[in-house]
């Protein structure tokens, strides 16, 4: 086994020797809206019914997210262990309506719960896939960890002026499980959680080819020489991976050696997707505070790297990666951030965890009274942040409402960044576009 399967670019203990919380990444305190996107659930890892370009799905006129989901009277730690898919609709972008569940039956769903991926809509048929992550076995008798990535096809996403319907049969059908000598498998994994999970579908607008990224983990023989022969250090291993997968057959998953590799720097690099703007790729990875190895200080965060091609080589966003973080007095108040590219925008949506909340570690959630964990706990759509793209800087442009969806034809407010680089250039004065080129 190499130590390199390939050579994927990498996110070095360099790069993230500079991370740093300022004015351009850290997002304001958020504050619980008036109303819940759902009243009867927790949500949180949220992402967008596209097309398969990337396009956000237009169904008659409603715009579709899913999320993962868990009865909202369930302790919030707990909800992992029960996750599975709703989905709800807006047509103003700013009030989603509950649908209930993607899958009405589960009788064919893979696995003991679900985790996140990615939704596709043919607007010329009205058929859905939906690609998951199959945690655990179906009907295991003791809670399991293992992972891999599946997708539903064969239904379709239907609507009419009473809402939109999830309609089936589904098929459900694996499509991939960790290789062990690009992807590091359960069995091999000797620190954290392995993973092997985000299937994120991803059309290459300059070949057309298609492809599905997801979460590994690089596997780091024994006896490496990595991180300086440091064993515990070799235990964070995150990778981004990636398959070749087909427009026309949603089974079809081919493994090719992962794009980006963190070994020694960090674990998990969950739910990598790509954001395609005047022929740079952008890609962006969510981490937590926790998964940074030992000697690394990181952050609840949105990290991203920037290449002239999906295959790299990419480099660090801002030097570090950073991207996008909570402010130190609420570390943990939103999480699962993910960037799509919205007429000359990019926005970022994420949902709303754990807010008047400051300690070090959500491990001290589990200490708390437990009605105290379910008020701390959101539960819901967090503010969706503006983000401001130029080459390798990222900056935040502003915010808007929980969960806010701007329409095609809505106007969105000049936020204070531009509204001084507009005065800055009736002033004839340098400063940096508050539009960036995104």
């Not at 130190?328 to 925008?345: I, K, V």
């Not at 503010?383 to 808007?400: K, N, Y």
Request: net charge negative.
């Amino acid at each position: 086994m190499s130590e390199h399967p390939r050579d994927a670019s990498a996110w070095t203990r360099e790069h993230v020797a500079g991370l740093e919380r300022t004015d351009d990444n850290t997002t304001p305190i958020i504050y619980p809206p008036e109303h819940n996107t759902d009243p009867d659930n927790h949500i949180w890892d949220t992402w967008l019914l596209r097309t398969p370009d990337g396009t956000i799905a237009d169904v008659d006129g409603y715009r579709v997210i899913v999320a993962l989901s868990a009865p909202n009277d369930l302790l919030p730690g707990k909800r992992h262990d029960v996750a599975t898919h709703r989905f709800y609709y807006s047509r103003d972008g700013r009030e989603w309506t509950p649908g209930g569940r993607v899958f009405a039956s589960d009788a064919n769903v893979l696995g003991s719960r679900q985790w996140a991926g990615s939704a596709i809509y043919d607007p010329d048929t009205g058929e859905a896939s939906l690609y998951y992550t199959a945690a655990g076995e179906r009907d295991e008798a003791d809670l399991s960890y293992t992972q891999h990535l599946a997708v539903a096809h064969g239904g379709t996403v239907d609507a009419d002026e009473e809402g939109v319907r999830f309609e089936g049969p589904w098929t459900h059908e694996t499509l991939a499980h960790p290789d062990g000598e690009w992807y590091e498998r359960e069995d091999q994994s000797r620190g954290m959680i392995y993973t092997f999970r985000d299937p994120w579908y991803f059309e290459d607008p300059e070949s057309g080819d298609t492809f599905l990224l997801f979460e590994g983990n690089t596997p780091v023989p024994d006896g490496s020489e990595a991180c300086g022969g440091d064993p515990v250090g070799q235990e964070f291993n995150g990778s981004v991976g990636i398959a070749r997968a087909s427009s026309d057959d949603p089974t079809e998953c081919e493994l090719l050696p992962p794009l980006l590799d963190a070994v020694c720097v960090n674990q998990e690099l969950e739910r990598p997707h790509v954001v395609y703007r005047d022929g740079t790729y952008y890609l962006f990875v969510a981490s937590h505070r926790h998964t940074f190895a030992p000697g690394v200080e990181g952050y609840d965060a949105l990290y991203g790297f920037a290449a002239d091609s999906l295959f790299g080589e990419y480099e660090p966003l801002n030097g570090s990666g950073l991207v996008l973080t909570n402010p130190a007095n609420a570390p943990f108040q939103a999480y699962s951030w993910l960037a799509y590219g919205h007429r000359d925008e990019v926005l970022v949506t994420s949902f709303f965890n754990y807010y008047d909340y400051d300690r070090p570690t959500l491990d001290d959630v589990a200490y708390l009274p437990e009605d105290e964990q379910f008020r701390r706990f959101g539960g819901t759509l967090a503010p969706t942040v503006r983000l401001g793209i130029d080459g390798l800087d990222t900056w935040i442009r502003g915010t808007l409402g929980h969960g806010h969806l701007p329409t095609t034809e809505e106007e969105l407010p000049e936020t204070e960044a531009e509204r001084i680089a507009r005065l800055r250039s009736e002033r004839g004065e340098p400063g940096r576009d508050g539009y960036g080129s995104g």
